[in-house]
């Protein structure tokens, strides 16, 4: 169980586009969902707070007008990248938090993003 | 402010030694403490936690870690190493009534060979 899926595992895109990427949590209900952003060789570095039903909350220093954050359900929450350039190519990793439980956040595959 | 350390960039080891990956963490309250393992290209797997409770924390693939409240450490263990367990660990701290935040260390690399 535990299960959290990312769409798509990997996207190219040209300056000026945007991207979407799709969290899903599989088999149970998250009310926190979380985005983070991964270079090469480095640690994760927390970009927002999803929670389902409000705005999320962003860490400092991540533009929340460039990246836009909706949690529509219990089970899927929304990274869209607006206007990308190519200083926005990275590893986009999502994770999830059950309802009730456990205290683990659950990792999604991760999205590629190249910006062209 | 709250910070998890991983001293080491990289730990190589011997199939069928014992391995060690250390963590560190400077916070303040009672600390959430975890272990992720992550494979190219891929998320993070959760390998085990510690909230409260014994020191010694038993996580999947036969890791082990030990919580040294005097020592502020969280050391990744395993008795024997194998090939397969060739990947890049994180530790992570998250802190009572922080949010949920997960703080990541920056990483280790471990090569497990013949």
């Known amino acids: 169980g535990a299960v959290v899926s990312q769409h798509p595992s990997w996207v190219i895109c040209k300056s000026g586009t945007s991207v979407k990427i799709e969290c899903r949590s599989l088999?149970?209900?998250?009310?926190?969902m979380f985005w983070y952003r991964q270079f090469p060789k480095q640690s994760l570095m927390l970009m927002a707070t999803?929670?389902?039903?409000?705005?999320?909350?962003?860490e400092q220093g991540v533009e929340k007008d460039k990246f836009l954050i909706n949690h529509a359900s219990l089970t899927l929450s929304t990274l869209t990248v607006t206007s990308a350039h190519p200083e926005d190519s990275s590893f986009y990793i999502c994770?999830?938090?059950?309802?009730?439980?456990?205290?683990?956040?659950?990792f999604g595959p991760g999205t590629r993003l190249t910006v062209t | 402010a709250q910070s998890v350390a991983q001293p080491e960039d990289q730990v190589n080891v011997a199939e069928g030694n014992p391995l060690t990956v250390k963590c560190t963490y400077s916070?303040?309250?009672?600390?959430?403490l975890f272990w992720y393992v992550q494979y190219p290209n891929r998320g993070l797997q959760f390998l085990l936690k510690?909230?409260?409770?014994?020191?010694l924390v038993k996580g999947s693939y036969g890791f082990e870690a030990e919580f040294n409240k005097s020592q502020t450490s969280f050391h990744l263990k395993k008795p024997s190493a194998l090939v397969s367990d060739s990947a890049l660990y994180f530790c992570?701290?998250?802190?009572?009534?922080?949010?949920?935040?997960?703080?990541f260390g920056t990483g280790t690399q471990l090569k497990v060979e013949l």
């Open positions: 994770s999830a938090r059950r309802l009730a439980g456990s205290y683990e956040q659950y």
């Open positions: 088999d149970f209900q998250a009310t926190t």
């Open positions: 999803s929670n389902e039903g409000s705005k999320a909350t962003y």
């Open positions: 916070v303040s309250g009672n600390p959430y």
């Open positions: 510690y909230i409260t409770g014994d020191n």
């Open positions: 992570a701290g998250e802190i009572t009534g922080g949010g949920n935040k997960l703080t």
